[in-house]
């Protein structure tokens, strides 16, 4: 709303798994919103998992567990999807206050 003191873009405390998974989706379609961790690079490398499939995961996949608030007010959640055949991977991101995503690892999620 107009005049309400918040920021466009910004989840409040009350926003559903739902929401964020939108904000993320959202977010995502825009490659100068990605910021990538060098943890999340490392593993990356380490996993077999490239930039073109976390970006389809954030885009496409949908939320597994509930998001966690930051120290910093922001919102950490994890986006999971079916890659390579029918195995699952995950990408866990913060939704930055500035309106940009923060990639902080991928993983698979059946340990192998």
């Known amino acids: 709303m107009k005049?309400?003191?918040r920021r466009p873009g910004r989840i409040s405390i009350r926003s559903s798994v739902r929401?964020?998974?939108a904000r993320i989706r959202e977010l995502s379609h825009d490659s100068s919103n990605m910021l990538w961790s060098n943890h999340a690079r490392d593993r990356m490398d380490e996993r077999g998992i490239y930039a073109d499939d976390a970006l389809r995961i954030l885009r496409f996949g949908h939320a597994r567990g509930s998001p966690e608030k930051t120290d910093r007010g922001e919102w950490k959640l994890k986006m999971v999807k079916a890659i390579k055949?029918?195995?699952e991977a995950g990408v866990v991101t913060?939704?930055?206050?500035?309106?940009r995503l923060l990639i902080v690892t991928v993983e698979w999620e059946d340990i192998r």
């Open 94 to 99: 913060i939704v930055l206050t500035n309106g």
């Open 3 to 5: 005049g309400d003191g």
């Open 85 to 87: 055949g029918a195995r």
């Open 19 to 21: 929401q964020l998974e």
